[in-house]
């Protein structure tokens, strides 16, 4: 019997006798299975070839399972990704709302303009302060956002014991 034919693949004899059980020497046998674990070819034809008994299903399928895996890791992935970026567009976004860099604008357009050297080195200070009040007054509408109960949070109740319950 032929195993090969003129392509370098198996013959239809060869496939039923393998799969069949037939009359096969070892030799024959092992050239058989080497050439079925390299030629994808040749191994989806020895499908056709097989019982009807050899064709087993799983029991259960991992199909659902396997994507929601693979949705959380896309989800992980972009997440990871993007979350630094946006943590930082966030901060300078509400920065940018409570104009605190219109202070740093118009004081660095200040000390950068040439023509007035003069009157810039002797005012130097003074731009400074403004540069700090433009900043101070941005951080105090900022911490205002958090302040909910006025006052409240800064003052300490008497009847409250630090370190422990009273009774």
């Known amino acids: ?27 024959q046998r092992l050239e058989i299975a080497e050439h079925l674990d390299f030629c ?13 008994e050899a064709l087993l299903t799983p029991e259960h399928s991992c199909q659902d399972t396997v994507w929601k ?25 509400t920065l940018w709302s409570f104009n605190i860099f219109s202070g740093l604008v118009t004081g660095s357009a200040a000390l950068s303009n040439t023509s007035q050297h003069s009157l810039r080195q002797s005012n130097f200070s003074e731009r400074i302060e403004q540069l700090d009040r433009y900043v101070n007054s941005g951080l105090n509408r900022f911490n205002h956002l958090f302040d909910f109960g006025g006052d409240s949070a800064t003052q300490t109740d008497s009847s409250q014991s630090q370190g422990g319950l009273s009774s």
């Not at 239809?12 to 096969?24: I, P, R, T, V, Y």
């Not at 994808?40 to 009807?52: G, I, K, Q, V, W």
């Not at 989800?75 to 300078?92: E, N």
């Open 40 to 52: 994808d070819e040749c191994l989806m034809r020895s499908m056709a070839f097989l019982p009807e």
């Open 1 to 27: 019997m032929e195993l090969f034919d003129h392509r370098g693949h198996l013959t239809d004899d060869a496939l039923k006798h393998f799969s069949g059980g037939g009359a096969l020497s070892e030799l």
């Open 69 to 93: 895996r693979i949705r959380l890791r896309a989800v992980r992935v972009l997440t990871s990704r993007y979350a630094t970026a946006a943590a930082a567009i966030l901060i300078v976004a």
